[in-house]
């Protein structure tokens, strides 16, 4: 049980195109989700926490325009990144909480390339 | 404002060798204490965890104590294989809060 998907697993886009990911929990209804930036050989960088139903909140130094969130469902939470350049290069993680527990589930991220 | 401090890596091991890697945290209150893994290329995994001070979390033979005295949480393992070759995360997250608070990741390599 818990398991969290993303799709896609990798991506290639082109400087100026926007990219959008998804992240769905298979098996159980989040309320909320959380988005994650890695970059190589670094740790997770919170960028967000998805909220069903309402609007994302967004960590500091987190531009809520170029990385829109929306969490429209229970299952399923996007990332879109608009008009990517080269470094929003990174994988990107989503985590799935369950309500009323402390683990969060993670997904195997999404690796985007912009050229 | 929290945060957690893992040991440098990277860590290399030959087969069979015993693993520590050091976490220490500060935290307000009484945070849950864990431990992700993230193998090449995929995402995290949960590996243990620990809610309360002295409790032991363990999994696949790899174990964590919440010492709220040391405010610690080192991950142990007797004898370690080339499959645990992974990226190891500390992390915590205050009682109140729900999003997690992650240490900077620490590379084991294990070697045959």
């Known amino acids: 049980g818990a398991v969290v998907s993303q799709h896609p697993s990798w991506v290639i886009c082109k400087s100026g195109t926007s990219v959008k990911i998804e992240c769905r929990s298979l098996?159980?209804?989040?309320?909320?989700m959380f988005w994650y930036r890695q970059f190589p050989k670094q740790s997770l960088m919170l960028m967000a926490t998805?909220?069903?139903?309402?609007?994302?909140?967004?960590e500091q130094g987190v531009e809520k325009d170029k990385f829109l969130i929306n969490h429209a469902s229970l299952t399923l939470s996007t990332l879109t990144v608009t008009s990517a350049h080269p470094e929003d290069s990174s994988f990107y993680i989503c985590?799935?909480?369950?309500?009323?527990?402390?683990?969060?589930?993670f997904g195997p991220g999404t690796r985007l390339l912009v050229l | 404002g929290d945060s957690v401090t893992q040991m440098e890596g990277p860590v290399t091991l030959s087969e069979e060798a015993f693993l520590t890697i050091n976490c220490t945290y500060t935290?307000?209150?009484?945070?849950?204490l864990f431990w992700y893994v993230q193998y090449p290329g995929e995402g995290l995994q949960l590996l243990l965890k620990?809610?309360?001070?002295?409790d032991k979390g363990s999994n696949k033979g790899f174990e964590a104590t919440y010492r709220k005295e040391t405010t610690s949480f080192h991950l142990e393992k007797g004898s370690v294989q080339v499959s645990d070759s992974a990226v190891y995360f500390c992390?915590?997250?205050?009682?109140?809060?729900?999003?997690?608070?992650f240490g900077s990741g620490t590379q084991l390599t294990v070697l045959p």
């Open positions: 998805s909220n069903e139903g309402s609007k994302a909140t967004y």
């Open positions: 985590s799935a909480r369950v309500e009323d527990q402390e683990t969060q589930y």
């Open positions: 992390a915590l997250k205050p009682g109140s809060a729900r999003q997690l608070t």
């Open positions: 935290a307000t209150g009484y945070p849950s």
């Open positions: 620990a809610t309360k001070a002295d």
């Open positions: 098996d159980f209804q989040a309320t909320t």
